[in-house]
């Protein structure tokens, strides 16, 4: 009689390899987990320098070398069998784990996968040990090798006798960046322990982080500079729910298409489904639709209300309090971010990025020429270009308002100023007196004179002096040169920074790199030809040269010797050069070592008499007498650095008279920006450093203003 129903089936006992490789795919799932582990041990070891090597995105080979406390020899018979550990001894110390490993499943689950190779050192032994690994079994006995104080685990061919899971897992390309996103988020974490990652064979490394970095150093370098400048700090600690939260999130000012979430509970990478979806929820009131934030959370709870033991990754974990735990989180972070959206952060780049000024000037005056073409203009394409329109001085309260409005030809006659050349050296006043009679007249300085001074131009041809100016000339740039010659000036921002318009671009100007790059340029091209700035009181260069040295800017040390003998030294020094001063820079000093005259650079501008004795001091110290080119060179430098306009000042010419040169504002206006215009060969590297930055251009603005 035939019957329907199977015989039972005979339950058997697994073979012992059958078992370790299932425990084995449960526990490394692909290279990236594997790598998690053996970089969880190396801390676990106390390294601080923690280097991998990876091929095919680690399933050919997969070396992670470490300079951790190592591997003893008697332990290295059995480090690669499974449940053997050294950070567990009985199941009540799950309660207080606080270190990364404890199951002693990671090395074995490997071995069964893979062919596995240990070369380890501890401090105390005189030579590493290397051994051989398969099935968690040791091949051959342990040899003595070469080796550093450390580890190093080499794992090759991952899952050669596993080939369904090999074949499941994608191209080596995207096994390589989940390995990258592993070390990523754990150089972030431990930002005092250094990680190299790099490909095998290639020099460079996709990631590498240094010793002792901080956190936002190491999000910098490995996911950029625009996410580490807009991060936020947050912090918590609740006692009555036994946490403590410490993190970097991303502000309103920034987002992305992908959630980054870096998510540590007591230091073990995780992830957790509710705390992402609670901060998303935060971030939905402050980002655009479909936009995310990037999140870096260090939680640390006490081990006895947490249990890592929920996955075989530990991947996951449970913790007691979760839901009133990730409602603090939610709350600190949205405090955080309300308290940090009251206004939003612009920043300003160079000039020039890609291509140069002179391409982006010829692309604009091809532009303009297509508007001439046409009837009428588009708006974006208005240029302002009348002069007595209203000017950005107008809405600001600036002192002297009414000395501002004054035209440049209604500035004439002599200037007398009387600011002194130290706070502590108030009786030490200087006037200084300008006499229109000694002015040079080179044609480049006759633009901005009076038409009625006389013209006695020295020919100068000396060949240092030529080769200097010929230099000057070879780095002028064309594009940098026209937008300064035909540029609007809008007004100051403050003593260090200025805004002009040229063509449809708005520019920030950095007054004293500018302003130093012309003196120093009259200097060369009106060498033995410079006016006169005479002092009505002459000035001590003893003087000058001992409240230098009194000064904590001269960096002066008793190992340099005792002031008096350096002061005297300066006084000696520039006696000696006192003649060839006189006539090539116009810098008049007397047989009794007293200071009588300046150069005249530009009409109604005075520097700040406040440096003066820094003047003097490094015209001593930092200039070369010694060859002619260097010397002029050098001295030019200095003296431009003492003319340029300053950032800050505590002298505000309150004392000048009203026909003289009043406040920096107007010098600035009608003494430094005329002859920018007229004078100035602007070299290449101004738009390079910063001194001109382009922050707006109305084309740009009105496309931002048309998605409005």
């Not at 449960?26 to 582990?37: F, Y």
């Not at 070398?65 to 009540?92: A, H, P, W």
């Not at 062919?115 to 690994?133: N, P």
């Not at 780095?475 to 200025?498: A, K, M």
Request: glycine share 4%; charged share 25%.
């Amino acid at each position: 009689m035939m019957t329907d129903k199977k015989d039972a089936g005979v339950i058997r006992r697994l073979d012992e390899a059958v078992v370790n490789r299932i425990a084995a795919g449960e526990v490394i799932q692909r290279p990236a987990n594997a790598l998690k582990e053996m970089i969880e041990n190396s801390l676990d070891a106390g390294a601080t320098s923690i280097q991998i090597i990876i091929k095919e995105g680690g399933l050919k080979y997969l070396q992670i070398q470490d300079n951790g406390s190592g591997i003893q020899k008697e332990d290295m018979e059995i480090v690669c069998e499974r449940f053997t550990t050294s950070k567990l001894k009985k199941f009540e110390d799950l309660g207080s784990i606080v270190t990364y490993g404890f199951r002693g499943e990671a090395l074995a689950s490997i071995s069964h996968v893979a062919h596995v190779a240990i070369i380890s050192r501890t401090l105390d032994s005189k030579c590493a040990y290397r051994g051989c690994y398969s099935d968690g079994k040791l091949k051959d006995p342990v040899k003595p090798c070469a080796g550093n104080i450390g580890t190093q685990i080499t794992v090759e061919d991952l899952f050669y006798n596993v080939i369904t899971r090999r074949r499941a897992l994608r191209s080596p390309a995207e096994e390589f960046q989940k390995v990258v996103d592993v070390v990523s988020r754990y150089a972030i974490h431990n930002s005092g322990v250094g990680f190299t990652l790099k490909k095998q064979g290639d020099t460079s490394a996709e990631v590498k982080t240094p010793i002792g970095s901080t956190q936002i150093d190491n999000i910098r370098t490995i996911y950029g500079p625009p996410i580490a400048r807009e991060l936020l700090e947050v912090g918590r600690e609740d006692d009555r729910l036994s946490f403590k939260l410490r993190g970097l999130i991303s502000n309103a000012n920034y987002s992305t298409k992908k959630f980054t979430l870096l998510l540590f509970i007591n230091h073990r990478l995780v992830d957790s489904s509710s705390l992402r979806k609670a901060i998303e929820m935060v971030y939905a009131a402050y980002l655009p639709k479909n936009t995310h934030p990037f999140i870096y959370l260090s939680l640390e709870i006490a081990p006895q209300n947490i249990d890592v033991n929920v996955h075989p990754t530990k991947h996951e974990v449970r913790f007691l309090h979760e839901d009133e735990i990730i409602d603090e989180i939610q709350r600190t972070v949205d405090q955080k971010l309300l308290g940090a959206n009251a206004s939003r952060t612009y920043y300003t780049q160079t000039l020039i990025q890609t291509g140069t000024l002179a391409s982006k000037l010829e692309e604009n005056e091809r532009k303009d020429s297509k508007v001439e073409d046409q009837n009428k203009p588009y708006a974006h394409q208005l240029v302002r270009t009348d002069s007595r329109a209203r000017k950005m001085d107008e809405f600001l309260n600036l002192p002297s308002s009414s000395s501002l409005q004054r035209s440049e030809s209604g500035s004439t006659g002599q200037s007398d100023v009387v600011p002194s050349t130290s706070a502590a050296a108030s009786s030490h006043a200087t006037n200084i007196t300008v006499d229109d009679s000694s002015n040079g007249s080179s044609e480049r300085k006759s633009k901005s004179k009076k038409k009625s001074d006389p013209v006695t131009h020295h020919q100068i041809r000396l060949t240092s002096v030529a080769q200097l100016q010929k230099e000057i000339e070879k780095n002028s740039h064309p594009g940098t040169r026209e937008l300064l010659q035909n540029h609007t000036f809008v007004g100051c921002i403050d003593r260090q920074w200025t805004l002009i318009q040229h063509q449809t671009q708005l520019y920030m100007c950095n007054i004293t790199r500018l302003s130093k790059e012309l003196f120093y340029q009259i200097l060369m091209f009106d060498f033995g030809n410079l006016g006169l700035m005479k002092l009505s009181e002459k000035a001590s260069l003893y003087e000058l040269a001992m409240l230098a040295l009194e000064s904590p800017a001269s960096g002066w040390t008793p190992d340099d010797g005792p002031k008096h003998d350096l002061a005297t030294y300066v006084v000696s020094l520039l006696t000696s050069k006192a003649e060839m001063l006189s006539d090539y820079f116009s810098l008049e000093i007397d047989r009794d070592g007293c200071l009588c005259s300046l150069p005249l650079l530009l009409e109604k501008y005075v520097p700040d008499v406040e440096t003066l004795p820094m003047y003097i001091l490094r015209l001593a110290t930092e200039v070369d007498w010694e060859v002619e080119r260097n010397c002029f060179e050098t001295f030019a430098r200095e003296t431009s650095e003492f003319f340029a306009m300053k950032k800050t000042s505590t002298t505000e010419q309150a004392d000048f008279d009203d026909e003289s040169v009043t406040s920096w504002q107007w010098m600035v206006e009608y003494a430094i920006f005329p002859a920018v215009r007229s004078m100035m060969l602007p070299p290449k590297r101004l738009t390079e450093d910063g001194t001109l930055l382009q922050i707006a251009c109305l084309p740009d603005l009105y496309k931002v203003f048309e998605r409005c």
